[in-house]
């Protein structure tokens, strides 16, 4: 039996809950390590045949090593003790893919006494490549833009669209996007330059408002928003060619504004940001001029935004935030009046034990809103179990509790509020929070298992918020989870070599509820799942179909 002690909640917020593991024998680590067996293989490109040099080959079971493979793609274990082990292979020009049944990069051997097994093989997905051409209206080469491949990723927090690869327009316009896992992208275009418009004679300094022409990010196939655009289908080693723009300008304004007070030493940064959060990575940033406290934001499109306004003063924070609506006209000036950020205190107990220590607990507040900047606020629980954070810029936080404990509720006054979503208004709050000690155990086997090679990983998640989450080898034992909150909790067993990118997307785990095991954990006790085993093209069709 292996024992999972490590719980972590998606994207790592979550508090990390570590208990000492039970007690096992003393072993001869000596004789595990060495033995009489091997594993000899060669890793190819699937889609050419041809060997992979350079490819790194990670061995893990019975003792973990590393190789590189050669020449001719071959690698090679020796000395290794009979057992279970994982072979997994990697190379940087061969990028890690959201589809599972894309390569046969990793393999599952069950190694007998003195055995020398050869032959096995593993093969690389080549990565896609997506190229075009960025003109200006009048058909122009753009030089300088950067072109991204973006794709949706679902998390706790919200829908966001990082990029996946990017790459920047040459002279004549052209641009390249190069080793893209194999799925489907967003393809964006950003032209930073601006071309100004006929004006009356201005001096020109810092301050001078001198119209001008700016070019919208556009997506393929040339439109400003996600639901219109089209996905490009990248598929192994394919050059996905003519994903080309024709960027269209449209008059730019400079935002003006001031932001009252800013006393000598005050550090305050400006934010404008689209109301849309799709819109989120458009976001532009200002500094403030102090202690007069004028600001300007250049180029800014007509659209809806939020203002934010954040620093520190003499170690308080302050803040503004002021929704903003730019027009066709030039925007008249904004004034910010910063407030002082509202203080969260409060006291911890822990539940059934009133002596119990509290201090070195840690408390976390994570933003949902994504409206605020710096870095999320963080307190110390003193020994008393009193905590306070001086100060919280008022919005929606998730509230996490770093510790050997969980926690069981959280009191607001005399009513029950949600860790989930704590709403921080303009004044201080006082909370009362009640941790808990008794975690559970839950023993995972695989309902039915199978003689496949491929190797299989056990993901577990709980049905509540925060979301815990923890994914495990899995060689068709019974696998024990332990240090785990009370609770509902749903089990897979899936064929893939990436299960963690699985429990990160919100969605799919949502879609995995109706086909994965579910079972209730009281509190300190221990449960027993039995996961459905999900095919690697069971799992990938499912993802498709949420992708599109």
Known sequence: MKAAILLVSVLNLAAQIALNPPQRPPVDTQAQMTGKSSIEGTVVDSLTGQP???????????????AVTDTSGHFAFHLLPAGQYTIRVSNENYPASRNLQAARAQVLIALKEDEQKQDVSLALVPGASVSGRIADEEDNPMQGC??????????????????MGSGQSDDKGEYRITKLATGKYYIEARCGQGVPLPHAFVLRSASSDVPSLVYAPRLYPGVTDFAAATKVDASPGANVSGISFKMSPATGFTLRGHVAPVPNGGNIQIMLQPSDPAGRQSRQGAGVNGPPGEFQIRNVLPGSYVLVAS?????????????????ATKPE??????????????TISIEG????????????????????MGPPPQADVQSDGTFSFNSVVPGHWRLF??????LKSVTRGDQQVSANDLEIGASGISLKIVLGVKFGQIDATVSDPTSSTEPASGILWSAGEPRFVQNFALDRQPHQVVGLPPGKYFGCAVVTGQPAMVLQDYAVRKALESRCAAVELPEGEHAAIQMPLLAAQDLQQLMEKLDQ
Do not use: H
Not at 146 to 163: E, I
Not at 312 to 318: A, D, H, L, P, V
Not at 401 to 406: E, I, L, P, S
């Open 401 to 406: 509790v770093n510790g050997v404990a969980y």
């Open 52 to 66: 992979v040099r350079k490819a790194t080959v990670a061995l893990n079971g019975r003792t973990g090593l590393n």
């Open 146 to 163: 950067l072109v991204s491949a973006m794709q949706v990723r679902n998390t706790d927090f919200g829908t966001n669209f990082p990029a």
């Open 311 to 327: 620093g520190s003063i003499e170690g308080r924070s302050y803040f503004a935030r002021l929704p903003v609506e730019v027009g």
């Open 333 to 346: 000036p904004i004034s910010l009046a910063l407030a002082e950020a509202p203080s969260v205190s409060g």
């Open 353 to 372: 034990d009133n002596n119990a220590a509290t201090k070195g607990l840690k408390l976390n507040l994570n933003p949902l809103d994504q409206q605020t």
